[in-house]
């Protein structure tokens, strides 16, 4: 019997599940450090002693709770990997956001916070599990679980080939500058497209990434890369549509996309 | 209404079934189709989440937060899979 061809199916990669490793739960996390990453977004550095650790790509859900009892909580993607119990967070303003302009205009150092997680088995990329190359494509802030990939490729001297397509708005909008830097001297080959501004003297005029520079800018579909694309719902959904039309399986493809909150 | 990947459902599915289930795979009971949930296309809103099948559209999962506790159904999953 032959299955519809769907787009649900999956192709099984051998790759231990990172909840068998480290079980997700509710830890209590304290704030110590905060940092502008861009004119819109927060760095933020927790600390939660009881972390286990996460793998590169993984997520948490932040919990807030306010002095009422009300709780909100949402995802965020970490920025860090690996065993350390500091976790880097990476946030987006969202200016109707319920939870988003607190952790970036009012959320300080001392703060008490609870984090879920670490969460997903989907999303992630271990070091030395396989040689396929890696293609890496973030809209935005969409760059932060694949900072937290491309760096623990860079860290671990992993050989397998790797390329980043970061598409922003202004030079000023690129999060992670120093740690992308790093990755793209440890043999990250980076393209960045700049939707509304360029910086000066840039080869390439700012525009909206099109079809043609995608298909410029990562691994052709013939050498069996793995995708990991994460940003805005439309522009996850805008790449995967032009990923396929140039030949790309999409099934294969894991994609992150976030709404605004 | 958002749409998100089954990968967000991570947290909410976490704490009711006690395992992360994103890497599960979920034959629909609508077409047959086999996949893991991080690779479904879920709805999310107010309300609840829903994760439907990326081939016919029937509902795989859903997750529906009422107050002092949280609904998880699974009523287009015939079957579920750990990958080893």
């Known amino acids: 019997m032959t299955l519809p061809d769907t787009g649900l199916e999956a192709r099984i990669t051998p790759t231990p599940s990172a909840a068998a490793r480290r079980r997700p739960a509710w830890h209590p996390a304290t704030v110590v450090a905060v940092s502008p990453e861009t004119p819109n977004a927060r760095r933020i550095v927790l600390d939660v002693p009881t972390w286990p650790g996460n793998d590169p790509g993984q997520h948490l859900d932040l919990r807030l709770t306010a002095e009422d009892g009300y709780q909100a909580s949402r995802s965020y993607s970490i920025a860090s990997s690996g065993d350390a119990t500091s976790v880097v967070l990476a946030v987006d303003r969202v200016e109707d956001g319920e939870v988003s302009p607190f952790l970036v205009d009012a959320v300080e150092v001392g703060d008490a916070l609870e984090v879920h997680g670490p969460l997903g088995g989907w999303f992630v990329w271990r070091p030395g599990v396989s040689d396929r190359p890696v293609q890496l494509v973030a809209g935005g802030s969409g760059i932060v679980p694949l900072a937290a990939i491309a760096g623990a490729h860079a860290d671990a001297g992993d050989p397998a080939p790797f390329r980043l397509l970061y598409a922003v708005r202004t030079p000023e909008d690129v999060f992670f500058r ?50 990991y694309v994460c940003g805005s719902t439309p522009f996850v959904e805008q790449v995967l549509r032009w990923l396929g039309e140039l030949g790309h399986d999409t099934t294969d493809v894991r994609a992150e996309r976030f709404g605004g909150s | 209404m958002t749409v998100l990947d089954g990968n967000a459902l991570a947290g909410a599915l976490t704490e009711v079934l006690g395992v992360d289930p994103t890497t599960t795979l979920l034959r629909c009971s609508g077409c047959g189709a086999l996949g893991a949930l991080g690779r479904t296309r879920v709805h999310a809103s107010p309300m609840g989440s829903v994760a439907r099948c990326g081939g016919c559209g029937t509902v795989l999962v859903t997750v529906v937060d009422a107050p002092g506790r949280r609904w998880v159904g699974l009523p287009g999953a015939r079957a579920v899979a750990a990958m080893a």
Not at chain 1, 187 to 205: K, L, M, Q
């Open chain 1, 178 to 227: 120093s740690e992308l830097a790093r990755a793209e001297a440890a043999g990250v080959d980076t393209t960045i497209v700049y939707s509304r501004r360029a910086p000066d003297g840039a080869a390439v005029p700012a525009g909206r990434l099109t079809r043609e520079a995608l298909a410029a800018a990562v691994f052709p579909p013939d050498t069996g890369a793995l995708v």
